[in-house]
């Protein structure tokens, strides 16, 4: 089956830096990705919409300049999380979209995991 | 918007038995679809099983099987004979026909009593 990969997978960095964590589908082109976040027993989130070589689509209440997103290829997604603070701390899921607009298949990275120091 | 709803945050089973999480959702929209999702300790999120609205068979995946009744707006998981590595979080998802993203429930977590 079709793979997604995330990372790092677990990331620590200080209060105030920026961590940037890569979804890349490694066997397939992936015109659109999703980022989720999911915080400690809760359920997962959606942040924000990557379509490659256009901006993001961001869901309320998700600020747009402290989490970067960039679809720069058709495998690669990136999510940077600037100047971090300890309330970022969480699971980060990114999952991409195979095929056209006719076809529905996602696939789901195994995750990242940040703590904010 | 759509909502997923899961009403129990944690169910146990005894291992070989048979054990069913409850999912009820709300749309205004007729064609969607939906899917539940395994979320074990490793956080990595495994699809067990999906449903598209416009089909009235339910769909089954070997142990697994569901009870979609779409004018009810429920979708339930039933697993049988229950193993050990049925141990996970589970969520119920919903997806637009067009749309792209997840909306998931807030997910059960299921106990295998060996």
């Known amino acids: 089956g079709a793979v997604v990969s995330q990372h790092p997978s677990w990331v620590i960095c200080k209060s105030g830096t920026s961590v940037k964590i890569e979804c890349r589908s490694l066997?397939?082109?992936?015109?659109?990705m999703f980022w989720y976040r999911q915080f400690p027993k809760q359920s997962l989130m959606l942040m924000a919409t990557?379509?490659?070589?256009?901006?993001?689509?961001?869901e309320q209440g998700v600020e747009k300049d402290k989490f970067l997103i960039n679809h720069a290829s058709l495998t690669l997604s990136t999510l940077t999380v600037t100047s971090a603070h300890p309330e970022d701390s969480s699971f980060y899921i990114c999952?991409?979209?195979?095929?056209?607009?006719?076809?529905?298949?996602?696939?789901f990275g195994p995750g990242t995991r940040l703590t904010v120091l | 918007a759509q909502t997923v709803t899961q009403s129990q945050p944690e169910m146990s089973v005894q291992e070989a038995e048979t054990v069913t999480l409850s999912c009820t959702y709300d749309?205004?929209?007729?064609?969607?679809?939906l899917f539940w999702y395994k979320q074990p300790p490793s956080r990595q999120m495994i699809l067990v099983i999906r449903?598209?609205?416009?089909?009235?068979q339910n769909a089954t995946e070997n142990r697994f099987s569901v009870n979609f009744q779409k004018a009810a707006k429920s979708f339930s998981l039933k697993i049988s004979d229950s193993q050990l590595g049925d141990a996970a979080m589970y969520f119920c998802?919903?997806?637009?026909?067009?749309?792209?993203?997840?909306?998931f429930g807030p997910g059960t977590r299921l106990s295998v009593l060996p």
């Open positions: 449903q598209e609205a416009y089909k009235q």
């Open positions: 749309t205004s929209e007729s064609d969607y679809y």
């Open positions: 998802a919903y997806r637009s026909s067009y749309g792209q993203n997840f909306v």
């Open positions: 990557s379509n490659e070589g256009s901006k993001a689509t961001y």
């Open positions: 066997d397939f082109q992936a015109t659109t």
């Open positions: 999952s991409a979209k195979r095929g056209g607009p006719s076809t529905d298949t996602q696939y």
